[in-house]
């Protein structure tokens, strides 16, 4: 059995974890995506499954090696990952850090749209689904411990506290995107709660991933919580 630094474990528990971008196709050479590396999810999925949780990472496209104990399903676009997300369902924790794509394009063209004398084409975007929002609804299949993530470029505690109460999750690790984040291996975060926000240091996105697994195995040590 694996447990935290301190015994605090995860065993029996399963864990659903998104990580990386998502790509939505326009045509068959071209896309839409958002910049992620997957690092951090990588790691907090690597985070969890040390401590003995059963965990299935749900990754967009990134270069990352699947994390030792983990299961990987590969997906491609945000409904790809929803559904794989969906699938994956039972679980008691869901850890949401994907970068989602908001907007993928309505009519994704069969074949390689060419150049044409008139100019460049329009595309036209529909919204995608909120995986988070969805995940999070009260019912029978909600993970007991819903979290997800808010990247932000400014007012890091008042953003992510109204996407904790608009999405319906537990949790909200705040991002402070300002600096170089992506595909760096530091990270800036809050941890935003119903009962408050703590900031966390300057921390490797692995020791991020540490804290944040061991606060999970504390909150189901805790009942009362
Ligand atoms: N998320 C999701 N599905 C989406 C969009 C976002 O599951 N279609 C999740 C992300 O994985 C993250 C959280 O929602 O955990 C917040 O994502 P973010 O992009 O910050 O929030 P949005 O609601 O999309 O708001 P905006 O991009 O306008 O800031
Ligand atoms: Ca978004």
């Known amino acids: 059995l694996l447990a935290g630094s301190d015994g605090r474990s995860l065993a029996g528990r399963h864990a659903v ?16 995506t958002n910049r992620s590396s997957g690092k951090q999810g990588y790691a907090i999925a690597a985070a969890l499954a040390a401590r003995g949780a059963v965990v299935t990472l749900v990754s967009g496209p990134t270069a990352l090696a699947v994390p030792v104990g983990v299961t990987r399903v590969d997906v491609e676009s945000a409904l790809d990952m929803q559904a794989a997300t969906t699938a994956a369902l039972p679980a008691d924790i869901a850890v949401l850090s994907a970068a989602v794509a908001d907007w993928r394009v309505d009519t994704v063209a069969g074949g390689k749209i060419k150049k044409a004398p008139g100019g460049p084409p329009t595309l036209s975007l529909i919204e995608n689904p909120d995986i988070l929002a969805g995940l999070a609804t009260p019912g ?3 993970p ?4 997800g993530f808010a990247a932000e470029t400014t007012d890091l505690e008042a953003n992510a506290r109204s996407k904790l109460s608009r999405k319906g ?7 402070d995107v300002s600096g170089p984040v992506f595909g760096a291996d530091g990270n800036t975060v809050l941890l935003v709660t119903r009962d408050g926000a703590e900031a966390w240091p300057r921390l490797t996105k692995t020791e991020v991933a540490s804290r944040l697994a061991d606060r999970i195995a504390d909150h189901f040590a805790e009942p009362t919580e």
């Open 17 to 32: 974890v998104t990580a990386g971008p998502t790509f939505e196709p326009i045509d068959p050479v071209r896309g839409l």
């Open 140 to 142: 029978p299949m909600r």
């Open 144 to 147: 007991s411990l819903v979290i």
């Open 169 to 175: 999750c537990d949790w909200i690790v705040g991002n």
